[in-house]
């Protein structure tokens, strides 16, 4: 329990700290009026106050990716704290706020078209691609999980629920952003940082007694490899936990909401802050898992016999706070995945429009670029596409590397320091390559050969960027 409490007041002060000179840097100019406010379109450009504006970011950059990925990273053991912690103050939350100040630098432009402005042509139809493809397979997978629990759960037919959330995500990807967006996602937003109060309130109160104290963080846990299916932390453990820590994902996300921000001054909370909510989020259900089921080996057969992180999520919330726990399940495993779905798909269709320069105001516009988006996604849903999905953790963090050198390259540009951005991305570009190269949806070469692969093209990289900076023009 003490690593939980030193990390979480760690992620606290980092906001207050290393989060203000973030903001610093970002280049944005108080006094000028933001793409929300110069850009008003009523369907994608609207200024929300503040409190809306975070919780919605904080929803889009969420749904279960800091309930499952924390779940699955306490097979790691007490190390995985210092990943979302470190991950969330020097990496996530810095890359957040640059994917959501970036944009509005450039009114509000989506991800593919900031990394050309910055890493040139090639690199932005490779990020267009790129980004529609993971926005699609991301949307598509929280159209038929939260589809198949909430059949189990009502008995109601999967292939009708499907048409069932399919229609809504139609709905919330064309509407203007304040009408269903606007409304229901800061209630979503509140009840999950609620769910995760609750729990580590239970997790105290009804359960920690300190009888058989959970694993903590100690030297011999810290290098030693816990993990039952014999995973090693580098890197597998940086992949696991990308939502909470460290998520290419979120970069599609940043810029609907740099859309609706109204003063720049808000960044600070909206971008850097919503990320650091996250990670809390997720260090209180990495924590809750371990003190539960005790040790790692614990956690991996609570996975195995629950069938999931879904299925953890229930016994969990069930056994530390009743009846209140099984709603709230039901928030987390059906309703958080909603919400992450239907924004993928908004973002896919913005990222469209403005790879292709389509005025949105029309509706049928935004139907033009829609419908193709869910005729794909049906056919989806028709195939068993869990091997194409398990390349999903290493491009979302393939993703979150590449944007971390595009604000690099930012901030050099801006007289800024690029260390806040390039050296995280060194680091996940190790990640990145060694992970392909060991992981059995990858080359399966060994832990030794991947690792010193991975050092070589991260240092590579990092030598590079240093060389090539010289030649990028400064903008004053």
């Known amino acids: 329990m003490i690593t939980f409490l030193v990390c979480l007041a760690i992620l606290i002060g980092g906001y207050f700290l290393y989060g203000s000179y973030v903001y610093t ?24 106050p503040l409190h809306k504006v975070l919780l919605i970011q904080f929803l889009n950059i969420a749904g279960t990716g800091p309930i499952f990925g924390a779940i699955m990273g306490a097979c790691f053991g007490p190390v995985a704290f210092i990943w979302i912690t470190l991950g969330t103050i020097f990496a996530g939350a810095v890359h957040d706020f640059l994917s959501g100040v970036i944009s509005m630098k450039h009114n509000g432009t989506s991800v593919s078209e900031i990394v050309g402005i910055y890493l040139g042509n090639t690199m932005k139809n490779v990020m267009r691609v790129f980004s529609v493809i993971l926005l699609i397979l991301v949307g598509t997978v929280f159209v038929t999980s939260p589809a198949g629990l909430l059949s189990n759960i009502t008995g109601l037919n999967q292939t009708v629920l499907v048409g069932i959330i399919i229609i809504y995500y139609i709905l919330a990807t064309v509407l203007p952003v304040d009408k269903i967006i606007g409304k229901i996602y800061p209630l979503f937003g509140i009840c999950l940082i609620l769910m995760a109060v609750g729990l580590s309130i239970g997790m105290f109160v009804n359960h920690f007694n300190g009888s058989a104290p959970m694993v903590e963080l100690t030297k011999e846990t810290f290098s030693a490899n816990l993990h039952p299916n014999g995973l090693n932390v580098f890197p597998f453990l940086f992949v696991t936990i990308a ?20 003063s720049p001054k808000e960044t600070k909370a909206i971008f850097y802050g919503a990320m650091v909510v996250e990670g809390i989020v997720a260090l209180i259900w990495c924590a809750v898992t371990i003190s539960f089921f005790r040790t790692p080996e614990g956690v991996w057969e609570a996975l195995s016999v629950n069938k999931g992180a879904s299925g953890v999520v229930n016994v969990l919330s069930k056994e530390l706070l009743g009846t209140i726990g099984a709603v709230l399940a039901v928030l987390g495993v059906v309703a958080c995945p909603i919400t992450s779905g239907d924004t993928a798909f908004r973002s896919a269709r913005l990222t469209i429009a403005d790879a292709f320069n389509i005025d949105q105001k029309k509706i049928i516009k935004r139907f033009i670029i829609a419908i193709p988006l869910f005729i794909v996604c049906i056919l989806l849903t028709m195939v068993n596409f869990d091997i194409i999905w398990r390349y999903f953790a290493w491009s979302n963090q393939t993703l979150a590397t590449i944007f ?21 991305a060194t680091v996940m570009s190790y990640v990145c390559v060694s992970y392909i190269i060991q992981a059995k ?20 990289l990092f030598i590079l960027f240093m060389i090539k900076k010289g030649s990028i023009k400064t903008n004053n």
């Open 25 to 48: 840097q970002g280049s944005l100019d108080e006094n000028k009026l933001t793409p929300a406010m110069t850009m008003q379109d009523g369907v994608d450009y609207i200024p929300m």
């Open 243 to 262: 939502c909470g820590a460290l998520s290419g994902f979120h970069a599609t996300q940043s810029p609907m909401m740099a859309r609706c921000v109204r």
């Open 404 to 424: 971390l050198w595009t604000g690099g390259v930012y901030l050099y540009k801006n007289n800024k320091n690029y260390f806040i951005a390039i050296l995280p």
């Open 441 to 460: 949806e990858g080359f399966k070469l060994s832990a030794n050969i991947s690792n010193i692969t991975g050092v070589i093209v991260a240092l590579a």
